[in-house]
Antibody, heavy 122, light 107 residues
Framework: EVQLVESGGGLEPPGGSLRLSCAAS????????MSWVRQAPGKGLEWVSG????????YYADSVKGRFTISRDNSKNTLYLQMNSLRAEDTAIYYC???????????????WGQGTLVTVSS | SYELTQPPSVSVSPGQTASITCSGD??????ACWYQQKPGRSPVLVIY???KRPSGIPERFSGSKSGNTATLTISGTQAMDEADYYC??????????FGGGTKLTVL
């Protein structure tokens, strides 16, 4: 059974940093690209960043480019999102999501975690 | 930047057919996916590659595309189908784009 479990969310002041983690199980992690998708309170889905299975190819939304860094540790089956220079508009639930096809991004997200809440406020 | 446009809301009576559209420049050149999200829950993939259904998704969910408009159709809509629905595609830089979402109300 595929499972994605996010952690690391919390309350941070503007300008602060957080690192989110997503622990994956139930599939061959290294074969699949992964992404982070966020949802501000009462708003729609916004893709944040994606990373190939090998970690060689990284993709970012313009809204986070230069502030957020996506990475993965395939030995630990874990995806990360380092978030720096946080802004109030980064407040959202952050989901990790698995690409549907092996060795292909993007191909649609067939599994999602339960999300972790990030609140940026003084 | 690339955008996908959905109607904010759609209403349907139980047992009737609901259609939700998603339009975007050059959407005809790329695949669309659709997600269902119920309150307090994570999104669920209901359609991929324009019209394919993942295992476990009821047959009443179908997808199609004509030109630059993709459509999610729910036949014989049930009360449990009331949710937010999002279309999704990607641009030439492999940047993923979501539509603004459509709230489906089953009256």
């Amino acid at each position: 059974e595929v499972q994605l479990v996010e952690s690391g969310g919390g309350l941070e002041p503007p300008g602060g940093s957080l690192r989110l983690s997503c622990a994956a199980s139930g599939f061959t992690f290294t074969n699949y690209a992964m992404s982070w998708v966020r949802q501000a309170p009462g708003k729609g889905l916004e893709w944040v960043s994606g990373l190939s299975g090998s970690g060689d190819s990284k993709y970012y939304a313009d809204s986070v480019k230069g502030r957020f860094t996506i990475s993965r540790d395939n030995s630990k089956n874990t995806l990360y999102l380092q978030m720096n220079s946080l802004r109030a508009e980064d407040t959202a639930i952050y989901y990790c999501a698995k690409d549907r096809l092996e060795h292909a991004h993007p191909s649609g997200f067939d599994y999602w975690g339960q999300g972790t809440l990030v609140t940026v406020s003084s | 930047s690339y955008e996908l446009t959905q109607p904010p809301s759609v209403s349907v009576s139980p047992g009737q057919t609901a259609s939700i559209t998603c339009s975007g420049d050059t959407l005809g050149d790329r695949y669309a996916c659709w997600y269902q999200q119920k309150p307090g829950r994570s999104p669920v993939l209901v359609i991929y590659q324009d019209g394919k259904r993942p295992s476990g998704i009821p047959e009443r969910f179908s997808g199609s595309k004509s030109g630059n408009t993709a459509t999610l159709t729910i036949s014989g809509t049930q009360a449990m189908d009331e949710a937010d629905y999002y279309c999704q595609a990607w641009d030439i830089r492999s940047v993923v784009i979501f539509g603004g979402g459509t709230k489906l109300t089953v009256l």
